[in-house]
């Protein structure tokens, strides 16, 4: 079940506007089919009705489980026309926010700006993970292989660390590397890792569910890894 909107999109081959239908809700729990189309970023597919050029345009939506008890929004600076419609589109998350902490206490928020953030909540979340955990790896596996690559020919360049799935049998989580390298980087980091930072970790509690704490991103990990400096 979704709840739809009308939006304007631009061509970007022929500069053509147009109407198309977009979600503005996605429940995934009563409609599977519907997750696989955000996993693999479909819903954000257009196709120019002018010239038929196909093509990949994000837009601000949520995205709910039921089942597992969480919603993300995903908040796009990009259709936004000016400044005033940017903040009147955070006011609108603020009050989706105010509204789903009334409606659904016990839910997990998050705030995403990307849509490759929130395909990886989405994947995370799936798993049974704790985002913040996963999140606080990804930002040290893109710190250190940002190391080691650094004397490669020509040098590369790690922009993000994301979350792919669970290796069950090896015990080890996998992630896939946004980077400048022509071909895909895989990373995998054991599951004892992700154990300890939820057990036994000095940082452990930076990685409880904390009220008003919504956007887990990479900024918010390297805040944790100075609280341990400090
Ligand atoms: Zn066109």
Redesign the pocket.
């Given at each position: 079940m979704a709840t739809r909107k009308k939006i304007v999109k631009t061509?970007p081959?022929?500069g053509?506007f147009f109407n198309a239908e977009a979600y503005e809700v996605i429940n995934a729990t009563l409609d599977t089919a519907l997750r696989d189309e955000v996993i693999w970023g479909r819903i954000f597919d257009f196709t120019?009705p002018?010239?038929t050029?196909h093509f990949r345009s994000p837009y601000s939506m949520a995205y709910k489980e039921m089942e597992k008890e969480y919603i993300i929004f995903l908040e796009l600076d990009e259709d936004a026309r000016d400044e005033d419609e940017r903040i009147s589109k955070s006011r609108i998350t603020g009050d989706q926010i105010a509204e789903t902490r009334e409606l659904f206490p016990t839910y997990r928020i998050r705030v995403v700006h990307d849509m490759m953030d929130l395909i990886e909540k989405i994947h995370i979340f799936s798993a049974g993970l704790n985002d913040k955990i996963v999140t606080y790896l990804g930002y040290k596996i893109k710190d250190d292989v940002t190391v080691k690559m650094k004397n490669a020919k020509p040098p590369i360049r790690v922009y993000k660390a994301l979350f792919d799935s669970l290796k069950g049998k090896a015990g080890e989580l996998n992630f896939g590397l946004l980077s400048s390298s022509p071909k895909p980087i895989f990373v995998t980091t054991p599951t004892r890792d992700y154990e300890y930072l939820l057990k036994k970790s000095p940082l452990r509690q930076q990685f409880d569910e904390a009220e008003g704490l919504y956007q887990i991103d990479e900024g918010w990990a390297a805040g944790i890894d100075k609280v341990l400096i400090a």
């Open positions: 061509c081959s022929c053509a120019c002018s010239c050029h």
